[in-house]
């Protein structure tokens, strides 16, 4: 089954399609699929249902909201949602019922779309695999040995493996991107500031980003656009204007500057994944993109600013809890939460004051090109439990071979997109890094939509998706 | 910083393997960042810096 929203919406229009009976379609297979993938920890099926008929009423009244009405989509299990158990991974909050929905639910539900279930996560957000000990290893649909990526991996493997048309996650340091990247999906971690993030629990309060999984980047930016707003109920929330991205059916992008890093980002690369996205870059120019060499600033300084801040940041959260609750924690996070005890405040603060450096600098480097260009993870997937792996013969850490990319840019705050953008000869997917210029969520959508158009990568998916 | 009197002093009561484990990690931590940290920023305010409007 197709699922893209792309097919789907103009079939729930026309009333081809009956949203009661796609709903029903999709939770037959996640019965099926989800031994194996291991993708939500709670399937809300009586909800859906619930949502799917009232969809179905209003369409047949004449009532159709827009592309998402009907459309079945999973929500990353840290996302509230009223009367529905929200655990963000942990033992701890198992049995947490939030009170109200979070603001991009209530929005998704205003827009008719219909939540099929809660997708899991690495425990509280705070990792890369989605191993999560009281739930269970996140398989990746394109190899069930293999890790989705993290934290939003069964947000991933719910949409990879067929069970959903779009869904929702979180990027606080990679999080949306890494798990895009493994699993063979569009990921958009939205300019700081665009998209709610009231009722979306935290790990890193100045780094934290809500935003989309799509099939295509089509659907990405459908879903985006109901996502985003501001909301005088998030302190971080900016009272922008959306720019609708222009997608055009003939690719092109000619007039436009991509910068691509001769410093740092194809450095210690897989040379498959260096191979693709060489490949993917050649692409562009041969749509019409001026290519333009940039020198990137000390990114691997940045990472030791990003992980400071964020260790400080996710401990706070947890204080009180690694204190009367210590044994319901998971080793790693446990571990990284104890770390963040140690930072001292001062050393926070000038972090968030060097911070301004790499902001600079990015934004001074976008004012010479309209978006940036780079891989997405320097390596595949790794498998389950693997802590180490090896590049051209150097043995490097998983967390942080995985993490060395995304990690830093998380500081800017600015929008980020990641496209599949090939397969290793393992059909391991790999992705393509896009960075914007600030509140340019249009531009890098655009560019993806054009690389689409012009590849197949999109359209490739696992064997677990089409059975 | 001595992780183990740091652990101590703060009461943090964290059990000593679990230390162990997480102090070379502090260590390494802590000697990359004061390299980034090493500058004047003394006049560069904080990222997210509070605003009197609140919200």
């Not at chain 1, 398989?139 to 067929?162: H, K």
Request: charged share 25%; with cysteine; proline share 6%.
């Amino acid at each position: 089954m197709n699922l893209t929203i792309t097919d789907l919406a103009p079939k729930i229009e026309s009333g081809e399609l009956s949203p009661v009976e796609l709903t029903q379609q999709v939770l037959a297979l996640i019965e099926k699929r989800q031994p194996r993938l291991n993708a939500f920890i709670t399937v809300t099926a009586e909800h859906a249902l619930a949502q799917a008929r009232q969809a179905e009423q209003e369409i047949r009244a004449g009532n159709y909201r827009g592309k998402l009405h009907g459309i079945p989509y999973a929500a990353k299990d840290l996302f509230y949602t009223k009367g529905i158990k929200t655990t963000v991974g942990s033992k701890i909050l198992g049995d947490f019922i939030p009170e109200f929905d979070c603001a991009v639910v209530e929005k998704l539900t205003a827009a008719g779309a219909v939540m099929i279930g809660k997708a899991g996560l690495h425990e509280w957000a705070y990792g890369i695999t989605s191993n999560n000990p009281h739930y269970g290893s996140i398989r990746n649909p394109w190899d069930l040995e293999r890790i989705p990526g993290g934290s939003s991996g069964g947000s991933t493997a719910a949409l990879g493996g067929g069970l959903c048309s779009f869904s929702l996650g979180s990027d606080t340091g990679g999080s949306i991107r890494i798990p895009a990247s493994f699993c063979g999906l569009v990921g958009l971690k939205p300019t700081f500031g665009r998209v709610s993030r009231y009722g979306v629990f935290p790990l890193g309060h100045t780094l934290d980003h809500a935003g989309p999984f799509g099939l295509t980047v089509r659907d990405t930016s459908a879903v985006y656009r109901a996502m985003a707003g501001y909301d005088p109920r998030d302190d971080s929330s900016a009272d922008q204007p959306y720019v609708e991205a222009k997608l055009a059916a003939e690719p092109s992008l000619a007039g436009r500057k991509l910068g691509i890093p001769e410093n740092f980002y194809f450095d210690d690369l897989d040379p498959e994944v260096e191979a693709a996205v060489r490949k993917a870059i050649s692409v562009l120019e041969s749509l019409g993109a001026e290519l333009v060499p940039i020198k990137a600033p000390d990114i691997a300084e940045f990472n030791e600013v990003a992980r400071l801040i964020l260790l400080a940041e996710a401990s706070s959260v947890h204080e009180k809890r690694l204190t009367e609750r210590r044994a319901d924690f998971g080793d790693d996070v446990r571990a990284l939460f104890d770390q963040g005890r140690f930072v001292r405040a001062t050393d926070y603060l000038n972090a968030q004051r060097r911070r301004r450096d790499l902001v600079d600098a990015f934004n001074a480097l976008l004012s010479q090109v309209d978006a940036i260009v780079t891989p997405t993870i320097p390596v595949p997937p790794a498998k389950i439990g693997q802590d180490t792996l090896t590049i051209r013969g150097v043995e490097h850490n998983v967390r942080l071979a995985t993490t060395r990319i995304v990690r830093a840019l998380n500081l800017t705050g600015l929008p980020l997109l990641s496209v599949p953008c090939g397969l290793t000869t393992q059909d391991l997917p790999i992705g393509l890094q896009i960075i914007g210029r600030v509140w340019d969520e249009a531009g890098i959508l655009e560019v993806g939509h054009a690389y689409e158009q012009a590849t197949d990568w999109h359209t490739k998916r696992p064997a677990i998706a089409t059975e | 910083m001595n992780v183990k009197q740091a652990a101590e002093a703060w009461q943090f009561d964290i059990p000593d393997d679990e230390l162990a484990a997480i102090t070379p990690i502090l260590e390494d931590v802590v000697a990359k960042t004061a390299q980034a940290l090493d500058k004047d920023l003394s006049t560069t305010d904080p990222i997210h810096s509070f605003r009197p409007t609140g919200r």
